[in-house]
């Protein structure tokens, strides 16, 4: 399955889409046969060109619209996505915040009841086990979207984390939501909320990034909108009893309502480099703390004086006393091969100095950009390295992150 994958993955590559979707489907295909999401016909209805990934079968494209096509359209209009294959997952008791705490980096007994904020669990040496979104539903609920490949690994680092809990007297429970039960739909760009809320009953304007809150969407109850999203544009995230999923999607694109067209991992994967947005696997990992993936501002500071999470001393250490390398955005001169994972950083020496982690040719930049980790010493933006590309070296430069001005939806100050 993984090969037949990856060769049709290439062959859309070479039809206009970023060839880091061939890299994104290897390395999370598998031999076990795909799960299908509820809105599995839905894609086959509408053109979907479906891939492995995570253990889902989900759509890389459209017919309708190359790759490049629907990332622009995103930027300018907006896309919908189905990420039902990533992990929901909800925590109760009036514990629940104090437990949580002991696996996260997030000053969530901080946040407000209704809001979020992206974290991540780390292990005892500092690294990354997966970055999440977690939100405080209120004093005693919380609601966790976390990565589909990461799946087993945070299903049982949580529950250890509660059975730990529950061993000592705390009230907490846990519940992971299947995608048979419940779907997740992202819709993204500079619509996607105004065509959103002609569905909905609650005002959307009152809807800030990271906040989160419970509506019915064209008819259908208990739908959980979170404002949040992977492609740097306003958005949100959408979870649907799975039963009226493919409602709500023809809903949404319903062009009564407005212009929503469906997009793929394809869009999504270079939406989220323009965007500076790290994925698991590429561009952090065990091996990677926090502090080296330039994500410092994911530990609290109220949690790094506690001291108390998996990792907090290592961590506490890097702030200290530095680290040897560290996550960094580079964008290529006119002319050269676009700079792909595990592609080599060489200073002007050619001494090795790094390596790419992701990259593409930026469909609204129109010029190829990276990240990756590069020695301490050469992480400031206009340092001048070469990246090898088969064997050819080409010239780039290191730049601040995000390529590409985000829009999340903030509160006026």
């Not at 959408?238 to 997009?263: E, M, Q, V």
Request: proline share 4%; charged share 20%.
């Amino acid at each position: 399955m993984q090969g037949l994958v990856s060769r049709q993955v290439l062959r859309t590559a070479r039809n206009g889409a970023p060839s880091s979707v061939a890299a994104l489907s290897r390395a999370f295909s598998s031999d076990k046969t795909p799960s299908k999401t509820a809105l599995y016909e839905f894609h086959q209805k509408h053109g979907g060109k479906l891939v492995d990934f995570a253990g889902y079968l989900l759509p890389v494209q459209y017919n309708d619209q190359s790759i490049i096509k629907s990332h622009l359209y995103t930027r300018e209009i907006g896309s919908i996505f189905d990420v039902s294959h990533m992990l929901q997952t909800y925590l109760r008791g009036k514990d629940v915040i104090r437990c949580f705490e002991t696996i996260c980096t997030a000053d969530v007994k901080g946040l407000r009841n209704g809001s979020g904020t992206l974290t991540v669990f780390t292990n005892s040496s500092g690294g990354i086990l997966d970055d999440l979104i977690v939100n405080r539903v209120t004093d005693d609920v919380l609601y966790v979207v976390s990565n589909a490949s990461r799946k087993e690994v945070d299903m049982a680092n949580i529950s250890e984390a509660v059975a730990s809990c529950k061993a000592k007297g705390m009230d907490v429970s846990v519940e992971f939501l299947s995608s048979d039960d419940q779907s997740l739909l992202a819709v993204q760009g500079p619509t996607a909320v105004t065509t959103l809320q002609k569905l909905c009953t609650k005002d959307l304007s009152r809807l800030f990034f990271m906040n989160s809150t419970t509506d019915s969407i064209a008819g259908v109850d208990n739908c959980r909108i979170t404002r949040c999203g992977y492609t740097g544009e306003d958005g949100v995230e959408i979870s649907i009893p799975s039963a009226n999923a493919a409602d709500i999607a023809t809903a949404l694109l319903d062009p009564s309502y407005g212009k929503l067209k469906l997009a793929g991992l394809g869009a999504r994967d270079s939406l989220r480099v323009e965007a500076g947005l790290c994925l698991y696997g590429n561009d952090i990992d065990e091996t990677t703390t926090p502090v080296e993936a330039n994500l410092l501002w994911l530990v609290a500071k109220t949690r790094r004086t506690e001291n108390n999470f998996p990792g907090s001393d290592k961590i506490n250490a890097q702030i200290k006393n530095g680290v040897t390398r560290r996550r960094v955005g580079f964008k290529m001169d006119s002319g050269a091969a676009p700079a792909r994972q595990h592609v080599d950083i060489y200073n002007n020496e050619q001494q090795k100095v790094g390596e790419i982690t992701s990259g593409c040719p930026s469909p609204c930049l129109q010029q190829n950009i990276a990240m990756g980790y590069i020695r301490e010493e050469y992480k400031k933006p206009g340092t001048e390295i070469t990246l090898k590309v088969r064997d050819k070296h080409y010239h780039s430069s290191v730049v601040k992150m995000p390529f590409v001005a985000t829009h999340y939806y903030q509160p006026p100050k």
